[in-house]
Structures are given as C-alpha cells and as structure tokens.
C-alpha cells in the first residue's frame, strides 16, 4: 500500500544562486561562458592591463608647472624616467590653453566669445528641451543677430538692419501666401530678401561700370537701401554710434573657431536640408533637377575641393571690389556641404512614413505645407534623427579641415605653437588636448540624440 503526501502549502522562495545574479552572474554568463570565451577573456584583460601601464605613467606626468620641453625632460630626469615617452609635457597646455581656446582674439576681449558662447547656452535650450520656458525663444530669435556682432563687432545698426531685412521677407512671404498661394508667398519673401540684402540693382551698376566706367555703382552706394554696403548702417551711426571694437577675422582661431564654423552649419544645414529634401521629391520637374542636381554634385566632391574653391575661387564670382570674409565663406560651403547630406538623411525618413499619412493629411484637408508642417515632417525628423545626429557630428569633426586653407583651427594653431623653439618636438599632448574636447563635444550631441529618441518613443515597448 503506498501513500501519496500531498503538500498543505507553498515553500517560501529562495535567493537564487550568488554565481547566477549581480556582478558575478553577469561575468559568467557573458565573459567566462565557456572556454572560448575565457581564454579571450583573459588575452583581453592582460593587453588592457600592458596598455594601461604603458598610458597612465606617461599621463601622470608631473610636468605641469614646465615652461618649455626642455624643462618638462628635466623634471622627469630627476625622476629617473628616461626617453622621449617617459612622460607627456602638459606645460605646454598650460601656458597655450588660452590661445588654443581662442587664437589670437585680443585677450582683454575674451569676454565676447565667452558671452556669446554662454547666450549660445540659452539660445538653444528652448529647441532643444520641450520644459524650457517659452519665453527664452526671444533670445533664440535674437542670438543669429547677436553672436556675429559680438566676435567680430562693429556698429550695432548692422544687426539690427539685416534683421529688419529678413523681418520684411517673412512679411512679404506671409501675406502673398495668404493671397495668392505659397509658392507666391516664397517668390515674394526671395524677392524682399534679395533686394534688401543682395541689391541686384547695385550689382548691375558695379558690372555696368567694370565693363563701360563711371560712377553708376558709387551713386547707387550712395542712397542705396542695402545694410551690407554701408550706407543705412553709416547714416544711423552718424546719429547713434553704438557698437563694438571690430575685429579681423585673421585673429579668429582655436575652439572658438571650430565651434563658430560647427554652430553656423549646423544650424543652417538643417532646414536647407528639409528644403532640398522636400525639393527632390516634388513633382515640379525644374525644382526636382536643381536639387537633385545640386545634391549630387555636392556629395560627389570633397570638402577639402569646397574650401579651397571658398579660399581662392569665390571673390571671382562676386562683383568687382566686393570683400567676402575668409570665414564667411568657408561657413557657406560647409553648410551647403553638410545640407546635401541632411537632405538624404531626411529624404529617408520621408521615404520611411507609411502612404497612409500622406492620404490622413489630404483627408483632413490640409494644403501641401500645412500638411507637411503638421504631420509628415514632425514623423520624419523623429525617424531621422540618428542620422541627422551624425551628420552633425561629422561637419563638426570636419571643421578641422580649414587649417589647410590658412585658418588656424585648433590643429592649425598645434603646429603654430610647435614652430616655437620651447615647444618644438611636443606632438601627443597637443593633438590629445584636442581630441579630448572634440570628444566632449561630440558624447555629448550623441547622448542628447539618444535622450530625444527615448523622449518621442510611442510604441511603448
């Protein structure tokens, strides 16, 4: 006869094995899985382990009060530490921080920079981060009118007038828009724009004159209406002389120039990307060419071509006696560069949307930018932002490349200080120094990319 036990109630639960949770769990289950695996393991632990011992002695250098290489080798003699690799010369990034940070910007107007590198703070927070006080937007709109005026200076007016010039286009672009269409809207808003800035009739007369002689083009400079040739900026600082000490652009360098060049383009290359996105895939044939045209031919040459083409070629194109600024230039190209890129980053996401929205927005009656503003772009940015992200990133990185062209970025400015006696022979700490802030520039744009993605996720998974 046998005898069945049958259990009145539950065993209480127990702590699963200390090898299988924490630290230790983690460890077996992905390092030492198995024999394989183990031996790669250790391999790898033992060259982290001579890697570091190599890297961290040479970092801890206690060379930081040297004035010259020389001096930084002596200190580590003394140490007993022989050899050109016995120990990095961080003297070298005490003594030239600031000109690293700031080229040859006159130092008692570091405070410039500094401002409009603060304000850029500010500037951004409210696009960036949706809690910002809406209020800040303000300083947003002001800041593309404040920060050229306050690294190159000069007279307050000029700002003031360019953004009276690009109020007037929005103007324009918004009431023929409400009249007669968009497509009108945005002829009228390039036309305001180009009379106000470019003055296509003081360009002919320049021409005029360059082919036939006279003085069409100084009459017209005269009592003409453009901010940029000096003649509403001169009468209203006859009245009011308000501005800044002007600075050269040839005094530019350092970080403050990577990131003028990076912010610009970046800033810039974003909507002109949308544009020429939503250009490429329009069904008007003549707007399709050009921008598949202008894309393709862009992606298809190096920047390295487009910066030299800024350096040396563009003045040719402009009208006799016209003075294009070496750093306005090059932040041209770079934004039109780094545009032909953002467009086919969003063209993928526009590409990506399911036909179904296109078919919500013509159901709800929504005309093409309504619909465009509303719901197509808004899902194609969120679906583009990696990519978007990199792009960014990459023209950030790429601002390195105008120290071929005669810009002293901060690598232009590391052979600029090795040409100095003191500090001839020192390589790793300057190159280090600055890919250690490129490299906190860059984590820092990739983890606010990951922090928006997981901000607009909606499928809750």
Known sequence: MSVTFVRAGMLPEREPPASSVGVLGWARANLFSGWVNTVLTLLSFAFIVWLLSGILPWLASPTWPSSSLTECRETLAELGREGHYAGACWGVIRERWLQLTFGFYPSELYWRPILAFVLLLFAVAPVLFPKTPR??????AAYPFLMPWLLWGGSIWAPIMIAVGLAAAVAAFSRASDLAGGLWGAVAGLLVFFAWFFDPVGWVLSAFDWVAGGGA?????????????GSLVGALSGVADIGLRPIASREF???MLAVTIGVVAIGCSLPLGVV??????????IVKTICVMFIEFIRGVPLITLL???STLLNIFLPPGTEFDIIVRVMIMVTLFASAYMAEVIRGGLAALDRGQYEAADALGLDYWKAQRLIIMPQALKISIP?????????????TLVSIIGLLDPLGLSNSIRADTAWNGVFWELYGFAALVFFIFCF????YSMWLERQLQTDHR
Do not use: E, Q, Y
């Open 135 to 140: 209020r800040m937007l303000i300083l947003s």
């Open 217 to 229: 083009a100084a009459a017209w400079s005269g009592v003409g209406i453009l901010p940029l040739n």
């Open 253 to 255: 360098g350092g970080f």
């Open 276 to 285: 020429l996105a939503l250009g490429r895939r329009s069904d008007l044939f």
């Open 308 to 310: 030299f083409v800024a």
């Open 387 to 399: 990519g978007i992200v990199s792009t960014f990133i990459g023209v950030f990185k790429d601002t």
């Open 444 to 447: 820092s744009m990739s983890r």
